[in-house]
């Protein structure tokens, strides 16, 4: 718990941030989990990927953007990959995040960006996915994803099992068929909103996916945690539902065993495939999640 808090101190310093997403040496400790730098270096993971039988959802980092010139300029980045998308047939959707598109500035010019691409996605058969934030945007989050899954239907939304809200909020997107990523939650939130014992958050997971298993609209069982994915699949088996109404999806380069194992199984798998220059808050949340992750970093430090 202890290194889970420090790890996420690190991700809201600035001036370590400025300092690691410049540093020469960050390919040394970024390579297992971003995809790479520019939309060319994503583009070649991603065709290999889909070669070794995942899909994949590109997200190109950045967060909290603080002028609007800014998150147009992530509008623009999103659309070229939409573009790249298209050219190289790749089984992929988009992944992104409303601070990035400027909701901390303007609601509506936010909105509007994501209605933007949203119409490029649903123009070339792709998703955009909606990662959740901190509680500060839940419910503009919730909203702002109902309002494009009713204008363009072609969207997704996260939903955070640690947080005491999130099975109201399941019922708020079953009840609008929008389909929901379920995912722990990798925000230092206090425990007044989010339950703070790992054992219990994964209790809740376990309940909310039963959830989304009998009400849900083609939900995404985003975890790395090999018991609630057995869990996933034993339930499935019970109740009948067949492969090709859900699918899992992890991070790039986390639990590559367990990706390989289900993909053999013939189960879907959706790999979440970062990239940018603007990669160190996604990086220490990584960090904080699994001290597994820290061990694997040090051993390849010092190789």
Known sequence: MLMRHFFLYLSQQRNLRRWMETSRHAGTLTERFIAGVTLGEATAVCQRLNAEGY?????????????????????NNYLRTMDRIAERKLDSDVSIKITQFGVDLSIEACLENVRILAAKAKAI??????????????????????????????????????????????????????????????????????????????????????????????????????????????????????????????????RRDLQKMLVEKGYRLRLYVPYGTAWYPYFMRRLAERPANVWFLAKNLFR
């Open 125 to 254: 058969g792709s998703r955009v996915e909606i990662d959740m934030e901190s509680t500060k945007y839940t419910d503009r989050t919730l909203q702002l994803a109902a309002k494009i899954a009713e204008e363009f239907g072609c969207v997704r939304c996260v939903i955070q099992a640690y947080l005491h809200r999130s099975e109201a909020d399941i019922a708020f997107m079953n009840a609008h068929k929008i389909p929901v990523r379920l995912c722990k939650g990798a925000y230092d939130e206090p425990p007044s909103v989010a339950i703070p014992a790992k054992p219990d958050v994964d209790t809740n997971y376990a309940h909310l996916m039963r959830i989304l298993f009998d009400q849900g609209t083609f939900p995404a069982i985003a975890t790395h945690d090999e018991k609630l994915i057995h869990a996933a699949l034993q339930y499935t088996k019970e109740r009948g539902i067949t492969r090709d109404q859900f699918e899992f999806q992890m991070l790039y380069g986390i």
């Open 55 to 75: 899909s994949v959802a590109l997200d190109y980092l950045g967060e909290n953007v603080t002028s609007l010139d800014e998150a147009r300029g992530s509008l």
